[in-house]
Nanobody, 116 residues
Framework: QVHLVESGGGLVQAGGSLRLSCAASGSFSSIRAMGWYRQAPGKQRELVAIITSGSSTNYADSVKGRFTISRDNAKNTVYLQMSSLKPEDTAVYYC??????????WGQGTQVTVST
């Protein structure tokens, strides 16, 4: 069993930055792959970024060059640094984890709102 707790969401103006954190507890094998998803009102949940236990990363095209995912394995924490935020980045952001791909376990979500 894995427990994921997100923090760091909030309201920010367009062009600003936020850093999300996700603290994980539980089975190490189930947090090898971690990632961030987001879901905007009326839209499907989409994958934003993933990171493996070896810190290989991958990003959605819409956030490449603006978002950076990282992890601190000693703290079992994954981060999402978001810069140059746009109103279309407004969504609930979810942390997820899994053995091979993030999606087996989910956090409760944190709201990010980007104002114009």
């Amino acid at each position: 069993q894995v427990h994921l707790v997100e923090s760091g969401g909030g309201l920010v103006q367009a062009g600003g930055s936020l850093r999300l954190s996700c603290a994980a507890s539980g089975s190490f094998s189930s947090i090898r792959a971690m990632g961030w998803y987001r879901q905007a009102p009326g839209k499907q949940r989409e994958l934003v970024a993933i990171i493996t236990s070896g810190s290989s990363t991958n990003y959605a095209d819409s956030v490449k060059g603006r978002f950076t995912i990282s992890r601190d394995n000693a703290k079992n924490t994954v981060y999402l640094q978001m810069s140059s935020l746009k109103p279309e980045d407004t969504a609930v952001y979810y942390c997820a984890s899994g053995r091979l791909f993030p999606g087996d376990y989910w956090g409760q979500g944190t709201q990010v709102t980007v104002s114009t």
